[in-house]
């Protein structure tokens, strides 16, 4: 289910209602039985203010019963996570972004090569890790940085043993492995799928990444569309800023999920961001056999020879 919602207002009564602030997603039920659901993120004397996502609300008081928060199911209150193939989904309650940073920012790594940089992120505890194909383009010598802890001066540590198992040039996405060796002793944070179904346009998300390698840099917006066409390919357009060295970062839901993966911007445009969807990349990913990289053909997956000719 989408993170906010409303129905439509009925202006019915005028009950002066006393209410407290109440944080995260809230339900507000309205007097006349309707109901809105989004972030209380103001009060006065006379009207709440509820952020929709792509809105912030003015309500009176005296069209408010009353405010509650809003419940979660059973699945999210534990945070249920299952993975199927290398894919995980875990559950978790809409949280603000800066909760969701402290979930998820441990997941995003800095992806380095010879001469350029840009971003990924961790998908399962064994060490495989999503970017953009073209920031890994025709280059064998990739490093990852970690980053320990959310502020500049916390550690990092860089993985060396890094290899390209699948890339796909035209969806622009690549799948790396770290050797778990490297791993050992160091934290991984594994970042979830979202639902491409629930995508909805209008609401928050986020990203994180290495914008010209300003490392970590954090920036929110919200779903313009969700299927812009380029090129033959679809993408989320969104407003979270995107600039080099993003490319290859995850796109971020309310719910700490990624939705997409981050891979171009319109130079001197405001706003016009672009993201390959969570759908394209579940494909890449569970049919990675299919665009297996080899070491011979470094922009493609497996190069089959021409089978030889029959003999006169």
């Known amino acids: 289910m989408p993170s906010h919602g409303y129905t439509r207002i009925m202006m019915i009564g005028t009950a002066l209602v006393a209410l407290a602030l109440v944080s995260g997603v809230s339900r507000v039920h309205l007097v006349g039985g309707a109901a809105i659901e989004g972030e209380v993120v103001k009060e006065t004397e006379t009207d709440v203010f509820v952020d929709l996502g792509h809105t912030i609300l003015s309500i009176p008081r005296a069209q408010i019963d009353r405010v509650e928060a809003k419940e979660s199911s059973a699945p999210e209150a534990v945070a249920s996570a299952t993975r199927e193939d290398l894919i995980l989904r875990r ?13 998820v920012a441990e997941g995003v790594v800095l992806v380095r090569v010879p ?3 840009g971003s990924g992120f961790f998908i399962t505890d064994e060490g495989h890790v999503l970017t953009n ?3 890994v383009e025709g280059e064998q010598d990739i490093t990852l ?22 890339v796909n040039p035209y969806w622009d996405l690549a799948l790396l492995k770290v050797d778990e060796a490297e791993l050992e002793g160091v934290r991984v944070v594994s970042i979830p799928f979202g639902r491409m179904e629930e995508l909805r346009v209008g609401e928050r998300v986020f990203a994180i990444g290495n914008p010209h390698g300003l490392e970590r840099s954090v920036t929110q917006g919200i779903v313009s569309t969700s299927n812009r ?4 390919m679809l993408y989320i357009q969104t407003t979270a800023a995107i600039n080099p060295g993003n490319s290859g970062g995850p796109l971020f839901n309310l719910r700490g999920e990624m939705i997409g993966v981050n891979t171009w911007h319109i130079p001197g445009a405001e706003g016009l961001n672009f993201s390959i969807p969570v759908a394209t990349v579940e494909s890449f990913v569970r049919n990675r056999d299919a ?7 470094p922009n493609s997956g497996f190069h089959y020879l021409d089978p030889p000719r029959k003999m006169e």
């Open 91 to 103: 559950r978790r309650p809409a949280a603000s972004v800066d909760d969701n940073v402290e979930r």
């Open 115 to 117: 001469g350029a940089l």
């Open 133 to 135: 194909a073209h920031v």
């Open 145 to 166: 940085t970690v980053f320990h802890g959310l502020e500049s001066t916390e550690a990092q540590t860089v993985l060396h043993e890094v290899e390209i198992l699948a």
């Open 229 to 232: 066409a380029n090129a033959g």
């Open 291 to 297: 665009f297996a990289y080899d070491k011979q053909q």
